[in-house]
T-cell receptor
Framework: DAGVIQSPRHEVTEMGQEVTLRCKPISGHDYLFWYRQTMMRGLELLIYFNNNVPIDDSGMPEDRFSAKMPNASFSTLKIQPSEPRDSAVYFC????????????FGPGTRLLVL | KQEVTQIPAALSVPEGENLVLNCSFTDSAIYNLQWFRQDPGKGLTSLLLIQSSQREQTSGRLNASLDKSSGRSTLYIAASQPGDSATYLCAVWGQGAQKLVFGQGTRLTINP
């Protein structure tokens, strides 16, 4: 299996622009997680899905952030409009049948908002 | 609210030494505790997962222990190698807020 795939790997944009991050989970995994990692706050869960349904979005910082999972093999995290404080590494992870099982992380998207 | 703390933030040791990384958590109502490794510019790789009913897990030169009642876990690395250099993160999946809560990590450097 190719593992969790994320695109793009790097994104540089200007404040106010829309940013869309993409994730393809491991085939057969029912859970998908979006995390954000910064030096100041460490690794934080933003939202997670079970069978394409959002379960917990309490970590989504504000209305500028939205996430969708239209099917079992694709998810997006969108920031609109982007701000410099959104600069971080965004990780997608998936697990097989339960949130308590091992999570497999993608390589991350490094986002810089100027 | 669950909080996870890792001490020290950074550790540098000579090759061949045995070492221990520490993790503490504030709420003992957990389903499991996981240790991850993160290499610079890369994603996280799961090393060990300890269920709340278990006391330890072993994988090769790695051994992780869990003392749920005291809110502590340790990751023991035997015969360290330069390739072990990475950041090690501890995370707990709580019974309350059901999600992984991560510590800030310990940045480990093994000197040849």
């Amino acid at each position: 299996d190719a593992g969790v795939i994320q695109s793009p790997r790097h994104e540089v944009t200007e404040m106010g622009q829309e940013v869309t991050l993409r994730c393809k989970p491991i085939s057969g995994h029912d859970y998908l997680f979006w995390y954000r990692q910064t030096m100041m706050r460490g690794l934080e869960l933003l939202i997670y899905f079970n069978n394409n349904v959002p379960i917990d979005d309490s970590g989504m910082p504000e209305d500028r952030f939205s996430a969708k999972m239209p099917n079992a093999s694709f998810s997006t995290l969108k920031i609109q409009p982007s701000e410099p404080r959104d600069s971080a590494v965004y990780f997608c992870a998936s697990s097989r049948h339960s949130g308590v099982e091992t999570q497999y992380f993608g390589p991350g998207t490094r986002l810089l908002v100027l | 609210k669950q909080e996870v703390t890792q001490i020290p933030a950074a550790l540098s040791v000579p090759e061949g030494e045995n070492l221990v990384l520490n993790c503490s958590f504030t709420d003992s109502a957990i389903y499991n505790l996981q240790w991850f490794r993160q290499d610079p510019g890369k994603g996280l790789t799961s090393l060990l997962l300890i269920q709340s009913s278990q006391r330890e897990q072993t994988s090769g030169r790695l051994n992780a222990s869990l003392d749920k009642s005291s809110g502590r876990s340790t990751l023991y690395i035997a015969a360290s190698q330069p390739g072990d250099s990475a950041t090690y993160l501890c995370a707990v999946w709580g019974q309350g807020a059901q999600k992984l809560v991560f510590g800030q990590g310990t940045r480990l450097t093994i000197n040849p």
